[in-house]
């Protein structure tokens, strides 16, 4: 499995960014993805996860200001972010989740906001 994905930059505080992330196969035991961000120093954070039912979780720091979809197939997902804070900066990592094996993580992807 490899997570590919795409969205990342540069944008001003109020702003607006999509990431996404295709997984190159859901496996059998596929479970949820969704994204999770980390900021040098501190602890990583959820930002939202979509289970293989639908079930969406927000993280509380997010909530409110992101939302998570995916494509017909279900191999993309896409967080949409808005109002975008100097505090979110971060690089955000697309993640799926597996019932019956280890987590796949992709590269992450450098979101920077700032005027």
């Known amino acids: 499995v490899e997570l590919m994905e795409s969205g990342g930059g540069l944008v001003q505080p109020g702003g607006s960014l999509t990431l996404s992330c295709t997984t190159s196969?859901?496996?059998?035991?596929?479970?949820?993805m969704g994204w999770w961000r980390q900021v040098p120093g501190k602890q990583s954070e959820l930002v939202t996860t979509?289970?293989?039912?639908?079930?969406?979780n927000y993280g509380d720091s997010v909530k409110g200001r992101v939302t998570i979809s995916r494509n017909s197939a279900g191999n993309t997902v896409f967080l949409r972010m808005d109002s975008l804070e100097p505090e979110d900066t971060a690089v955000y990592y697309c993640i799926l989740d597996r019932l019956d094996s280890a987590n796949h993580w992709g590269r992450g992807t450098q979101v920077t906001v700032s005027s």
């Open positions: 979509i289970t293989k039912a639908g079930r969406i």
């Open positions: 196969e859901i496996p059998r035991d596929f479970d949820a």
